[in-house]
């Protein structure tokens, strides 16, 4: 009679809320540098969009894509979008679970890789897809 619960397969919120808080410590970290980033380009419509981002702390990442900003800061808002999207995974309760075969991703690789969407298996997959085609 070895009926433990299950209670180590409940995905509870709580158990992200270090990955909740490292991400938007990250976050906070990326918008500091796009700020300081535009700071430094000399060019007028960047100082605006910087003094922006320092009064609010960010900006709609559409706005930074239309002002033309984005071959300086590409890559910073790219990994900005994909913590939006790990936190608004997080908040639906659907953060961890792969989005091919929804079965729950291994929280090791979760702290690894935050941002992962898929298990190990199906993000192999999902590789050999792409760079077949
Ligand atoms: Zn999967």
């Not at 619960?5 to 991400?23: E, M, T, W, Y």
């Not at 000399?42 to 239309?66: C, F, S, V, Y």
């Amino acid at each position: 009679m070895s009926s433990v619960s299950h209670a180590g397969q409940n995905q509870d919120i709580n158990q992200f809320a270090d990955i909740k808080q490292n991400l938007l410590n990250r976050k906070r970290d990326l918008w500091n540098q796009i700020r300081e980033d535009l700071e430094k380009e000399a060019m007028e419509k960047h100082q605006e969009i910087a003094n922006i981002i320092k009064e609010n702390g960010d900006i709609a990442l559409e706005e930074l894509r239309e002002a033309d900003t984005f071959s300086l800061i590409g890559l910073k808002v790219e990994e900005l979008e994909e913590i939006d999207q790990a936190l608004n995974r997080i908040e639906i309760g659907q953060y961890g679970r792969c989005i091919d075969c929804g079965r729950w991703i291994d929280k090791k690789r979760l702290e690894i890789m935050p941002y992962a969407v898929r298990c190990r298996d199906c993000q192999e997959r999902h590789e050999e897809i792409q760079n077949a085609s």
